[in-house]
């Protein structure tokens, strides 16, 4: 066994330490690769014949090379799962001021896109954020929105989501003092045009001044509660723009300019037409406002989930030091600190216990409610909590860095991504505003060459209801508000959704591929048994295979191992040990060589095989077989249990429709004494490491959508392959970075409460989608007149404006309604 040790450069990110390792498990030999991006350096385990130039060529063939300095970022950052990585390709959040509508969006994320050195732009309109990711500092990306006529500020990694609550709630109490001043003068206005009192303008009359006086307190609200609509209209005008702006001020200023025409000069309109709307624009720029307001409390409510996962850490920590202990805020706390948690107190930080035994509440990160026993040596997280006993631990992680944070930044940057289904909103945007402009002025057209007098009041209320009732503002909530819901709403039962598109794709998946080691099974294998072939002993058979398993890493090589230590065997040297990928281990003993491993691999170097294994693998046990260079000396059952939960799991995928695929190493039939004991629809078995992919490829080339479902380094290609990959968070870090779903627990439940959750959201945006589209599409029409024939009337502006104001309420509501689902278990 021999240790090399490469120094890499370039290496920014997760996703740079999946591709080193990828290229360099697949270089014959190879059994482990380790990269370390804060040295630099990447580890790697092999035979000894492994050649260091071997190993250089082929990091360097993954885009990465000794010595050589990276001037981009390298292909494999992009690709999703790629988490952590510096300033420049980490990406760097906004917070946008300004953005009104679905058309903000798309004009945002433009000029964003247009910007040198952004290789990805996406806007959540939901919560006014843009999140870039690229080389381009934050101050060019900052220049480039105020360009397009919007504001900016980069959101830092330290800035206090309580500050940003508090700056929602001063924005929701302006709302409302606007909604006051428009709606306190529309609605007099409005009650006395009910209640009969006259609307119309006689010249020379004492009416003509109070209209005067009206009209001139209605450009007050314009000005005060109505600014903002008037200053988004001309900055989008000036960037040749049009957006839910444009239409509130060209509606409110048309009826207000049409109105005041009316009180200064009556005798140019016809004695009909003589009629003021100075209600229409107060009420309408009112109720947009109240509209607004409730649109931004439902968004308080909506990212809850991360202000709960926020509120999990602890405020201090118990800090040991020599001159006693002392509590300490937690932000104060040092990498290598000695910390002490009583019973009932939160972890304050990621750590490895020094000393002491208790048992840890981590359902906060897992979803799982049974406390974990810790003991010296295993690692604690922030935020969860010690449920008994005392324990010192070393702080290995702080700030950004612990598991929690971490957590909470995934599940923000989930929430802004966008699912394929949410670029429909986008497309549309594009032509939309200026098409309702075209249909407003055609409108007004129609009604003045066409239509009944007064033709001059039923077109300004034609079109300036068509204006008013238009504005996409529901159209733009649609998608990010689910998608903001559905992300928290899987946190809280420890699914991170890494990718807007993983949500979408996980609620139409048919086929689910579950690794057996580790996913279906515990991953914690004991030897079962031990069959010999006629002349050796037991004993002697198991010394020997641990022998040659004391080298190696593998699972099945550890249940051998803790056979015999608790045998009391002593173990003999071995020298020249061999790892071979997918077939076993080999080593000398005594001058011999010996081989441990599959059926195939020892036939393949010419070994008859004599012994029959069929009494370990009917009741689900690997067999390995031990040889030496010309016989068969005896058989080691290796047998992994089952985790309890794994067959109800299978059970609820299974009643949700997904076909069930087992795929393992194992020969077929331990693999089948599993599969009949779980319950799943087919078996992939005898499977190298390498082929997992294929297989997936394989399924996928039937014409499947198909879920990967892995932990281990072997099935990072397979979940990087899959339609979407669901990584068990217990495994190692590279499958996690390669899939588009992390379970933080080790439940199979996760995945089929990741799937429900997913449809759900889905579900809501397509309502929510269905809803605005809907709304738009009878509204205008409506708003135009196509049903005064039938009425006799017009569809008032005012009306308009609470219909365009209700239908953002209701995506908000709806969207909130995923609050409330919870998948259900108890199904089977």
């Known amino acids: 066994m021999a240790e090399h040790t490469l120094k890499v450069s370039g290496a920014t990110c997760q996703g740079c330490a999946r591709k080193i390792t990828q290229a360099l498990l697949a270089v014959p030999g190879v059994s482990d690769a380790r990269v370390d991006l804060d040295q630099q350096t990447v580890t790697v385990t092999g035979s000894g014949e492994l050649a260091h130039d071997q190993l250089e060529q082929a990091v360097a063939a993954a885009g990465y090379a000794p010595g050589r300095e990276e001037t981009e970022e390298p292909a494999s950052c992009q690709q999703a799962g790629a988490s952590v990585a510096p300033a420049e390709h980490a990406g760097i959040t906004l917070n946008i001021s300004g953005a009104t509508c679905a058309s903000c969006v798309r004009t945002i994320e433009q000029a964003l896109r247009a910007t040198p050195g952004v290789e990805q732009a996406e806007m959540n309109f939901a919560d006014r954020t843009a999140r870039v990711s690229g080389s381009a500092p934050a101050d060019t990306l900052i220049r480039a929105v105020e360009a397009a006529g ?269 699912p394929p289904i949410g670029r429909l909103a986008d497309q549309v945007s594009a032509v939309f505003v200026p098409t309702i402009m075209i249909i407003a002025i055609l409108s007004a057209l129609a009604w003045y060459n066409f239509g009944p007098d007064p033709r001059l009041t039923h077109m300004l209320i034609s079109a300036t209801t068509v204006l008013i009732i238009a504005c996409p503002c529901a159209l733009g909530l649609a998608t990010p508000m689910s998608v903001m819901v559905g992300v928290g709403k899987a946190a809280e039962y420890g699914i991170l959704i890494r990718q807007g598109e993983a949500l979408q794709t996980s609620s139409k998946l048919d086929t689910v591929v ?87 691999w020892l036939e393949q170097e010419g070994i008859k095989v004599s012994l029959d294994s069929a009494s370990l693998t009917k009741t689900g046990a690997t067999p390995l077989f031990l040889a030496d260079e010309k016989h068969l000396l005896g058989i080691v059952g290796v047998a992994d249990r089952i985790k309890p939960d794994s067959r109800d799991a299978i059970a609820r995928l299974r009643e949700a429709g997904m076909t069930v695929v087992m795929i393992t190493g194992d020969i077929q039939a331990s693999a089948n004494a599993i599969a009949a004991q779980v319950g799943v629809d087919q078996v992939i078995a005898e ?127 709806n969207a909130n309604r995923l609050r409330l689902f919870k998948p259900k278990r108890n199904a089977v």
Not at 285 to 294: E, K, R, V, Y
Not at 529 to 550: F, H, I, T
Not at 765 to 775: D, E, H, R, S
């Open 150 to 418: 919007y504001g900016a500020a980069e959101v830092g990694d330290n800035d206090d989501d309580s500050e940003q609550a508090s700056i929602e709630l001063a924005h929701y109490r302006k709302l409302l003092r606007h909604t006051w001043l428009g709606l306190g003068l529309g609605v007099p206005l409005m009650a006395w045009g009910l209640l009969g009192g006259e609307m119309m303008v006689h010249q020379g009359t004492a009416s003509q001044w109070a209209w005067l006086v009206v009209g001139l307190a209605t450009l007050a609200v314009l000005a005060t509660a109505g600014r903002h609509f008037f200053i988004g209209a001309w900055k989008a005008f000036r960037n040749h723009n049009a957006n839910m702006d444009t239409l509130i001020a060209l509606g409110t200023g048309a009826a207000w300019l049409y109105s005041m025409a009316v009180v200064l000069v009556p005798a140019v309109f016809p004695e009909a037409a003589r009629h003021v709307y100075f209600e229409a624009s107060a009420m309408i720029i009112g109720l947009i406002n109240l509209g607004q307001a409730l649109e931004v409390r439902a968004r308080g409510k909506t990212s809850a989930a991360v202000r709960r996962l926020l509120d999990l850490g602890a405020k201090t920590a118990r800090v040991v030091r020599e001159s006693g202990e002392q509590d300490i805020p937690v932000e104060q706390v040092k990498t290598g600190d000695l910390l002490r948690v009583r019973p009932g107190e939160k972890i304050a930080v990621d750590g490895k216990v020094s000393e002491g035994e208790s048992r840890i509440d981590e359902s906060m990160l897992t979803g799982e409610p049974m406390p974990v026993e810790k003991r010296p040596g295993d690692t604690v997280s922030a935020g969860t909590i010690n449920a008994s006993g005392t324990l010192l631990y070393e702080a290995t992680a702080v700030g950004k860095d612990t598991a929690l944070a971490q957590i909470v930044a995934l599940v923000k940057k989930a929430q802004g991504s966008k």
């Open 514 to 600: 579950l690794d057996k080691t580790g996913t279906i099974t515990e991953g914690k294998p004991a030897v079962t048994g031990v069959l010999c072939v006629e002349g050796q002993q037991e004993e002697a058979v198991l010394q020997l295979a641990a022998s040659l398993e004391r080298s190696s890493e593998h699972p099945l090589a550890l249940a051998v191992l803790r056979e015999a230590e608790s045998r009391d065997l002593a173990l003999q040297e071995s020298s020249r040990f061999e790892a071979l990928n997918g077939k076993g281990v080999t080593a000398v003993i005594d001058g011999m060589r010996y081989r441990l491993g599959n059926r195939r």
């Open 687 to 813: 499977v190298l490491p390498e082929d997992k992919a294929e297989e997936v490829k394989a399924l996928q080339g039937e014409g499947r959508i198909v879920a990967m479902v892995g932990d281990g380094i072997n099935d990072a290609p397979a979940l990087a392959q899959a339609d979407v990959g669901f990584a068990i968070g217990t495994g190692t870090d590279v499958a996690i970075e390669s899939a588009g779903i992390t379970l933080m627990g080790g439940s199979l439940h996760g995945v089929a409460d990741a799937m429900a959750i997913s449809a759900a959201t889905v579900r809501n945006i397509k309502q929510n989608l269905f809803g605005a589209f809907v709304y738009n599409s009878l509204g205008v029409p409506v708003a135009a007149g196509v049903l005064y024939p039938l009425t006799g009337a017009l569809l008032s502006p005012v009306i308009a404006g609470a219909a365009m104001s209700l239908s953002s309420v209701t995506v908000v509501t």
